[in-house]
C-alpha cells in the first residue's frame, strides 16, 4: 500500500473512495481498465492519508444531508481495512452528523461494523448492497478467489435481515459460457428471496471488457479455462459489451422470478431508492431531544 494525499473526499453525486485498487481478485474486474487511471500496480492499494480528517470537514459543512455511497470504483472491505479502519471511522463521523450510507461490497467484513449500521439506519437510513455472481462455491472461488464465497455472502445478507437493514443485490457480471445458466440465475434469487433482499440490479446476462480489464480476464481464462480465450475472441471479437447466448431466457427467469417474490427489478427504481434521503426521520429523532 502506499499513501496520497487528496484535496477532497465526496463526488458530484456524494461518493467516497477511501481506497483505490484492489486485492480480491475477481478475474472481471473493470475497474482495472485503463480509463479509471489507476497507475500504481492494482494490489497496491492508494489509500487516502487525510480522507477522515476531509471527511469530518466536509460533513460539517454540508448544508444539506444525504446518503453516502463507497464501494462503486474498488471495495472497500479489503483486508487492508482491518487495520486502517477508515470505512469504520467514516462511518462514525456519518452517524454522528445524521447522514445516510450505503456501501457496494462482496466481504463480510463488514459485519464487524454491524453495530454502526444499525446505528445510522435507525438514526436515518442504510442499505448494504452485495455483489452476488455465482452460485457454485467452487466456481465462484476461481473467478473472485480472495472475498467471500456466495454462500458467506448470503450469510451477511440474512444478517442484515436480521438487523432490520435493508439490502439490494447486484447480479453482475454474469460470464458467456461460464456462469449464464439457469441453475446460476435461480440459484442466485433464491439467496435473495430468501434473504428478503429490496431489489436485484441486472443490466443484462452479460460482462463488458475494456482495455486493461480484457487483458487480466484473457489471462486468467487461460489459466483457468482453457480454450475459452478462444471462444470469446471468436464470438465477441473487441466488443466492450459481451451478451450471453442466454440472455433472452435468462431475462425472462428473472424478471419472472422477481415479480413472483416482490423483488424490485427495475434498476431506476432501485437508483432512486438507493439515493433517496429523508431528512425528516432525523429531524424527527432530533425532536425527541427538543
Ligand atoms: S471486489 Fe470489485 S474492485 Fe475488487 S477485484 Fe473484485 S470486482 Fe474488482
Not at 462503486?72 to 452517524?95: A, F, G, H, W
Not at 455472481?133 to 467452487?138: A, L, P, S, V
Request: glycine share 6%; net charge positive; hydrophobic share 30%.
Amino acid at each position: 500500500m502506499h499513501y496520497t494525499k487528496s484535496k477532497g473526499i465526496l463526488s458530484a453525486k456524494n461518493g467516497m473512495n477511501l481506497y483505490r485498487g484492489c486485492t480480491h481478485g475477481c478475474i472481471y474486474c473493470d475497474s482495472r481498465s485503463i480509463c479509471y487511471q489507476m497507475i500504481h500496480d492494482f494490489e497496491d492499494i492508494e489509500v487516502k492519508e487525510n480522507a477522515i480528517e476531509l471527511l469530518e470537514n466536509t460533513l460539517r459543512r454540508k448544508r444539506k444531508k444525504s446518503m453516502i455511497g463507497t464501494g462503486s470504483m474498488t471495495d472497500p472491505y479489503i483486508p487492508l481495512e482491518l487495520k486502517m479502519e477508515n470505512v469504520r471511522k467514516s462511518l462514525s463521523l456519518i452517524y454522528e452528523y445524521g447522514f445516510g450510507f450505503t456501501v457496494i461490497t462482496k466481504s463480510n467484513r463488514i459485519l464487524r461494523d454491524l453495530d454502526l449500521l444499525k446505528k445510522i439506519n435507525e438514526k436515518t437510513k442504510c442499505v448494504v448492497q452485495m455483489t452476488l455472481t455465482t452460485y457454485d462455491e467452487g466456481l465462484c472461488k476461481k473467478l473472485e478467489p480472495n472475498v467471500s464465497s456466495t454462500k458467506e455472502r448470503f450469510e451477511v445478507l440474512k444478517k442484515m435481515r436480521d438487523a432490520g437493514i435493508p439490502t439490494v443485490v447486484w447480479l453482475c457480471p454474469i460470464l458467456p459460457f461460464i456462469n449464464d445458466t439457469e441453475d446460476n440465475i435461480s440459484g442466485i434469487l433464491d439467496y435473495c428471496i430468501e434473504a428478503q433482499v429490496y431489489g436485484v440490479i441486472c443490466f443484462g446476462m452479460g460482462l463488458t471488457l475494456r482495455d486493461g480489464n480484457r487483458e487480466y480476464f484473457y489471462q486468467n481464462l487461460d489459466n483457468l479455462f482453457p480454450g475459452m480465450k478462444e471462444k470469446y475472441v471468436k464470438t465477441y471479437g473487441n466488443q466492450y459489451m459481451l451478451s450471453s447466448p442466454n440472455n433472452k431466457s435468462l431475462m425472462k427467469l428473472f424478471n419472472e422470478k422477481c415479480t413472483q417474490h416482490g423483488i424490485v427489478h427495475d434498476n431506476k427504481q432501485i437508483f432512486e431508492y438507493l439515493y433517496t434521503f429523508n431528512e425528516k426521520k432525523f429531524e424527527e429523532q432530533l425532536s425527541l431531544f427538543d
